[in-house]
């Protein structure tokens, strides 16, 4: 399983939220480009970015950083404010490898299947962002009367084959991911990035044994030294073996 370090863009710096809100951001650095050429000179795969001031203005706030960090060397996901196909072809303009619509897909689904058959499912993903199993959208401001698990299928049906899927209750509380939702968000068929939770190299090798489960994303984990990477096979983890103590199976049943 690969680890995808994050980059969370707000008024031009890096920061993470506490539980998607606002009003609770850290600071992690003024120069979001110094902090892709960090991830970048230490190995990382791909980078994380989220537009966040996208997010609620519910268009491409940030898509100057996004083509500079884009312009490092490792392929960029960007998500954040992408919800018409004119955002999406701007994001594509500014060399990102793949976007992920969020709001979009859930209000808007006959957008999401035309992106999927325009540009392919490796390009186009699904983000889904939810609290207590329940879809928020609109920059997490916003929680819907649908569930996860439905919005997913639904994507899956048109073409999806991966999503992004964000616990945000446990986002950047440095807890542990939702194991469980996990699972049954794995369980739809496809390939699944988590995000929201990871506080040790621990909760990465749970995640790791989750079928379908193929990287997740960690933000304020990596920035705080909760999880550190040395070197470029740091980037992957691999699931401790059957067996290797019976904290792995309590884990994964919450």
């Known amino acids: 399983m690969l680890i995808i370090p994050a980059i969370d863009l707000r008024d031009g710096r890096c920061v993470r939220l506490t539980q998607g809100d606002f009003s609770r951001e850290t600071t992690y650095g003024d120069d979001p480009l110094a902090i892709a050429r960090r991830w970048r000179d230490q190995g990382a795969v791909w980078l994380h970015v989220v537009d966040l ?17 884009a312009g490092q060397g490792v392929p960029v996901e960007l998500g954040g404010g992408l919800r018409t196909a004119s955002d999406v072809a701007a994001a594509f303009g500014a060399g990102v490898a793949r976007v992920i619509l969020g709001t979009a897909a859930v209000e808007n689904p006959t957008l999401l299947a035309d992106l999927v058959a325009e540009h392919g499912s ?7 962002d939810a609290r207590r199993g329940r879809v928020a959208v609109r920059g997490w401001e916003s929680v819907v009367d649908q569930l996860a698990l439905s919005v997913v299928e639904r994507a899956r049906d048109v073409g999806v084959t991966r999503v992004i899927y964000t616990d945000i209750e446990r986002d950047g509380t440095l ?9 049954v968000i794995a369980g739809a068929g496809v390939a699944v990035i988590a995000s929201g939770g990871v506080s040790r190299r621990d909760d990465l090798e749970r995640l790791a044994t989750i079928p379908g489960v193929e990287a997740a994303i960690v933000g ?33 049943a919450q």
Not at 53 to 69: C, F, K, T, W
Not at 122 to 128: A, D, N
Not at 227 to 245: E, I, K, N, Y
Request: proline share 5%; no cysteine.
């Open 220 to 252: 304020r984990a990596l920035y705080t030294g909760h999880v550190v990477v040395h070197r470029a096979t740091d980037w992957w983890v691999t699931a401790p073996m059957a067996g290797a103590g019976a904290g792995d199976r309590d884990d994964l």
């Open 122 to 128: 490796e390009r186009v993903v699904l983000g889904v």
């Open 53 to 69: 001031d996208g997010a609620r203005a519910g268009q491409p706030r940030q898509l100057d950083s996004v083509a500079r960090i």
């Open 175 to 183: 807890t542990s991911p939702n194991f469980a939702e996990t699972r």
